[in-house]
């Protein structure tokens, strides 16, 4: 199972709005958040801690229903063994953070955060995944050049002269690149020239070394999901974000 969820942290702007999420975060979280300079960045900070919260408690809910219902003996939902609080995070494999589940858990459950610009977004898989979010920008030639190969190179030329599809598809490609270094953990110059799949906005693309999701939040914000291919095999062609509300998130402590 895997699952996509994204905030808009305009609420955040707002002074008072920002003092009472920061309250309502971790000790950890609001210690990242100090030492930030920007507003902005502050802001991203304390949404991805509220996003992560949020949409681990949805991922467990459904999780539990789907281990209860799959479970021959029809034991009670709350006999399954997962997790009613956030478990505390860990660093894992090559840096990459990750929940410090109970040996007796029933299942896996793994997230990854990304931010850009105004938009925050968080996935939960019971398989490892990575996923990230880019604001269109200019298109960097230098970028374009070394880090892209023909084939992406071709993807962004086809937008001739008109900038924002030049930019959108730049950005399709780049968010791609992204998610598969924080799915693997390495580094952007490790994957010089390699091509990933990247097809136009809203299309599902599937590679031989990783399972590809990607999609447009909004035109000027490029998404990407990726997981490897054995582990997601069983999973839809399409992924839909769940965009949560800010004033779900922000205002009203519903989860």
């Given at each position: 199972?895997?699952?996509?969820?994204?905030?808009?942290?305009?609420?955040?702007?707002?002074?008072?709005?920002?003092?009472?999420?920061?309250?309502?975060?971790?000790?950890?979280?609001?210690?990242k958040?100090?030492?930030?300079?920007?507003?902005?960045?502050?802001?991203?900070?304390?949404?991805?801690?509220?996003?992560?919260?949020?949409?681990?408690?949805?991922?467990?809910?459904?999780?539990?229903?789907?281990?209860?219902?799959?479970?021959?003996?029809?034991?009670?939902?709350?006999?399954?063994?997962?997790?009613?609080?956030?478990?505390?995070?860990?660093?894992?494999?090559?840096?990459?953070?990750?929940?410090a589940?109970?040996?007796?858990?029933?299942?896996?459950?793994?997230?990854?955060?990304?931010?850009?610009?105004?938009?925050?977004?968080?996935?939960?898989?019971?398989?490892e995944?990575?996923?990230?979010?880019?604001?269109?920008?200019?298109?960097?030639?230098?970028?374009?050049?070394?880090?892209?190969s023909?084939?992406?190179?071709?993807?962004?030329?086809?937008?001739?002269?008109?900038?924002?599809?030049?930019?959108?598809?730049?950005?399709?490609?780049?968010?791609?690149?992204?998610?598969?270094?924080?799915?693997?953990?390495?580094?952007?110059?490790?994957?010089?020239?390699?091509?990933?799949?990247?097809?136009?906005?809203?299309?599902?693309?599937?590679?031989?070394?990783?399972?590809?999701?990607?999609?447009?939040?909004?035109?000027?914000?490029?998404?990407?999901?990726?997981?490897?291919?054995?582990?997601?095999?069983?999973?839809?062609?399409?992924?839909?974000?769940?965009?949560?509300?800010g004033?779900?998130?922000?205002?009203?402590?519903?989860?």
């Open positions: 199972m895997i699952r996509l969820y994204a905030v808009n942290i305009l609420p955040l702007k707002d002074e008072e709005c920002f003092k009472m999420c920061y309250m309502r975060s971790s000790k950890k979280r609001q210690e958040a100090d030492v930030l300079q920007m507003p902005s960045d502050k802001a991203r900070c304390i949404a991805a801690g509220l996003l992560l919260e949020y949409a681990y408690e949805k991922f467990r809910i459904e999780k539990t229903k789907e281990l209860a219902n799959a479970n021959s003996f029809g034991y009670a939902q709350n006999a399954v063994r997962f997790p009613e609080t956030m478990p505390d995070i860990t660093e894992g494999l090559r840096g990459k953070p990750e929940f589940m109970p040996e007796d858990c029933d299942a896996e459950c793994h997230f990854n955060l990304s931010h850009s610009g105004n938009y925050v977004i968080c996935v939960m898989a019971d398989f995944a990575g996923a990230d979010v880019q604001r269109r920008t200019r298109v960097r030639e230098s970028v374009l050049q070394r880090f892209f023909e084939e992406e190179k071709k993807c962004v030329e086809a937008g001739g002269d008109d900038d924002v599809l030049r930019e959108r598809a730049f950005a399709q490609v780049w968010v791609c690149k992204e998610a598969v270094t924080k799915l693997t953990g390495r580094g952007i110059g490790q994957l010089l020239g390699e091509m990933l799949p990247a097809e136009k906005e809203g299309d599902n693309a599937n590679g031989d070394n990783y399972r590809i999701w990607q999609g447009m939040l909004d035109e000027d914000y490029a998404w990407a999901v990726v997981s490897y291919p054995e582990a997601a095999t069983d999973e839809p062609e399409v992924m839909e974000p769940v965009i949560v509300d004033g779900e998130l922000f205002y009203e402590r519903k989860f």
